[in-house]
């Protein structure tokens, strides 16, 4: 609704009660949230919607534990009134930060003005648990590996090496980002407005953002190989190279069709086959070529312009797909 003397827009209550039981449409939830960002009487509004909703008698709960802390506090050895005013400030963050987790909601649900160091912890969180887990540590692992099997042991072929793995690692990634195996908070970030698809894909493109750049960077700064002589040799003038970058529509087509088909099956399982087919067609050739030929062996799948229009095509397909499957996230028990 808009104010009349000032034309700005403001929360109605219908929309406060449909954001806090969940059924606003994600625009509507986008815009109340960021308004409430600098609107007070909006914020207060929003909060008095979910103190009547289906919240209610968790956050009476909550309230009652809280005063009985208090009062409890208060009945023991009276100390300075320095150590009381502290006593009570932590009881009140111990209070916001119990209401907002029972009300599934972004932290800035209740109006606070947060320091740059919470927004960046906040952040951090949003990003899933794949970034504050073991397979951030497992993604520098191959990244050094490779370098130091090219610098360090002579070994050739590690830039086509590190390509054919390079197309998986994501998939790992989104299949710990999200879901009750990998988030201990994932019944209630996925009745939340936020949750659901919205929250996968922001997750998905933070492993996305710390994958692409890592493993592009450590392809380029890789010897390269020749599509024919294979090894470490330097190519002949106008013979094609194993791009550093060749993997990246290869790997984004994977991804999202991880996406896709876990909207089936759930997103563990569909990331896991995915990543083993990959595998299973990409190594057994190299198994059985000549030493110094992997490269060779590598070039059919991720390299020249046939190849790369087929996988940007099916990347455009399965996002489709995922659009259409949306709703699923909302209710899918497989994840």
């Known amino acids: 609704m808009r104010d009349r003397q000032t034309n700005a827009w403001h929360v109605s209550a219908p929309l406060a009660a449909r954001y806090t039981d969940g059924s606003a449409a994600e625009p509507d939830a986008w815009s109340l949230e960021k308004h409430i960002e600098s609107c007070g009487p909006c914020a207060a509004l929003v909060s008095a919607a979910a103190r009547r909703g289906t919240a209610a008698p968790v956050l009476d709960r909550v309230r009652t534990a809280v005063l009985a802390e208090a009062a409890a506090s208060a009945r023991a050895p009276s100390p300075t009134r320095a150590v009381r005013a502290v006593a009570r400030g932590a009881q009140a963050v111990q209070a916001v930060q119990v209401l907002r987790k029972v ?7 209740l109006p606070t003005r947060a320091a740059p160091v919470g927004w960046t912890a906040r952040m951090v969180w949003a990003a899933g648990p794949a970034l504050r887990g073991p397979w951030f540590a497992g993604l520098l692992l191959v990244v050094a590996g490779a370098l130091l099997l090219a610098y360090g042991t002579g070994f050739g072929e ?21 879901g009750p195996y990998a988030d201990p908070m994932y019944e209630i970030t996925a009745t939340a407005p936020s949750g659901g698809l919205r929250l996968l894909l922001t997750r998905t493109a933070a492993v996305l953002a710390v994958c692409v750049p890592l493993l592009t960077a450590a392809g380029a700064l890789l010897p390269p190989v020749s599509r024919v002589t294979g090894g470490g040799e330097l190519p002949e003038a106008g013979e094609p190279v194993l791009s550093p970058g060749a993997w990246l529509l290869p790997g984004l087509a994977l991804t999202v069709a991880a996406l896709a088909l876990g909207s089936y099956i759930g997103l563990r399982l569909a990331a896991s086959a995915l990543g083993c087919g990959w595998l299973a067609v990409v190594f057994p050739p190299a198994l059985v070529s000549v030493p110094g030929r992997f490269g060779a062996r590598i070039e059919p799948y991720v390299s020249g312009p046939a190849v790369q229009t087929a996988w940007a095509g099916a990347a455009v397909v399965c996002a489709g797909l995922l659009a259409v499957r949306r709703s699923t996230f909302d209710r899918l028990e497989k994840l």
């Open 158 to 178: 590690a830039r086509p090496l590190l390509l054919a793995l390079a197309p998986v690692l994501p998939l790992a990634g989104v299949a710990l980002s999200y």
């Open 103 to 109: 009300l599934a909601v972004r932290p800035r649900l």
